[in-house]
């Protein structure tokens, strides 16, 4: 079982250009789309979060439920759903404007325990800025990798939710010893500052960048470097391109029977450029349609290595 703990929200996604085009709602939130893609994919997956009773809410459940993920560890709150307002790009790549206050995840509160058979848990986004739900979730992964549980994290950096960046800063690097896999963008790394090798000495087994169209870079605590180019693919927005390598990788992982940090350091070249190649292409797929539409196995199969 991978357990995917953060927030679930609704993405309100322009259907044209100018600031007063209609908004469309979409179902998102990183972690909630990393859950999404895990369980197309065919991982055994639970969603932890808080989500509300509103109709966002239930819509959001509802598709957790159809794509098989466990919703049991899901706390319920009356509090409305947290918005999103994404801005697409000529490009295709998405920013976020966030509407937070008085929002449902926000309350997480630490849950008495993971669900029975939990392998992994991946953790990021918003769920680790906004309090107080971010110190619940800070200390379920410390708890979880005391516990000799893999845990993996995505900053994915929304700028304009970090009030202090400094601080934020030093909490990241205060997660790193309790990180057994580190994934995130080339310019969520610019804006942390620091380098992966840096990031590698402080706790994480492998450390893996991603560059949009260009590929991803995984780092190893061996001193390792492994590289993929992207696969090219008609962009229509970026939406949970990030979301689902991150499901990517945790699947191929599992498959693999890497989720350790001895596993990882196992993988070696061949395994490497295989699991990167496997979710630059699920990225692609996922660029290649509106919203955060991750792909199922069966869209993969002929690139699956895993």
């Known amino acids: 079982m991978i357990v995917v703990a953060g927030e679930a929200l609704i993405d309100l996604v322009p259907q044209g250009a100018g600031a007063l085009a209609a908004l469309t709602p979409a179902l998102g939130g990183g972690p909630f789309n990393t859950a999404v893609a895990l369980g197309r994919l065919g991982s055994p997956t639970a969603f932890c979060s808080r989500v509300s009773r509103d109709a966002f809410g239930e819509a959001l459940l509802d598709r957790l439920r159809d794509t098989g993920v466990d919703v049991a560890s899901v706390q319920r709150g009356d509090e409305p759903t947290t918005l999103a307002v994404a801005t697409v790009g000529a490009d295709g790549s998405a920013a976020y404007s966030f509407y937070v206050e008085g929002t449902a995840d926000r309350l997480f509160g630490m849950p008495e325990a993971l669900p029975a058979g939990t392998r992994a848990v991946s953790f990021g986004t918003c769920s680790l800025v906004l309090e107080?739900?971010?110190?619940?979730?800070?200390?379920?992964?410390?708890?979880?990798?005391?516990?000799?549980?893999?845990?993996?994290?995505?900053?994915?950096?929304?700028?304009?939710?970090?009030?202090?960046?400094?601080?934020?800063?030093?909490?990241?690097?205060?997660?790193?010893?309790?990180?057994?896999?580190?994934?995130?963008?080339?310019?969520?790394?610019?804006?942390?500052?620091?380098?992966?090798?840096e990031w590698l000495a402080a706790g994480p087994a492998a450390v893996v960048v991603t560059r949009g169209g260009d590929?991803?870079?995984?780092?190893?605590?061996?001193?390792?470097?492994?590289?993929?180019?992207?696969?090219?693919?008609?962009?229509?927005?970026?939406?949970?391109?990030?979301d689902t390598v991150n499901a990517a990788l945790l699947h191929g992982l599992s498959e693999r029977d890497a989720l350790s940090g001895e596993g990882v350091a196992a993988l070696g070249a061949e395994g490497w450029e295989s699991l990167l190649r496997f979710a630059a292409r699920a990225a692609a797929v996922t660029c290649s349609r509106a919203g955060a539409e991750p792909p199922y196995a069966h869209e993969l199969e002929e690139w699956k290595t895993v």
């Open 132 to 197: 107080p739900g971010a110190s619940a979730y800070e200390a379920l992964m410390r708890e979880a990798s005391a516990r000799g549980v893999f845990t993996a994290l995505d900053p994915n950096i929304r700028a304009g939710l970090i009030a202090d960046a400094d601080a934020y800063r030093a909490r990241f690097r205060s997660w790193l010893p309790s990180v057994s896999l580190l994934k995130l963008s080339a310019e969520d790394a610019e804006w942390l500052g620091g380098s992966p090798r």
């Open 215 to 242: 590929g991803l870079t995984a780092y190893t605590r061996d001193g390792a470097e492994y590289a993929v180019p992207g696969e090219r693919v008609d962009v229509v927005d970026t939406i949970g391109a990030g």
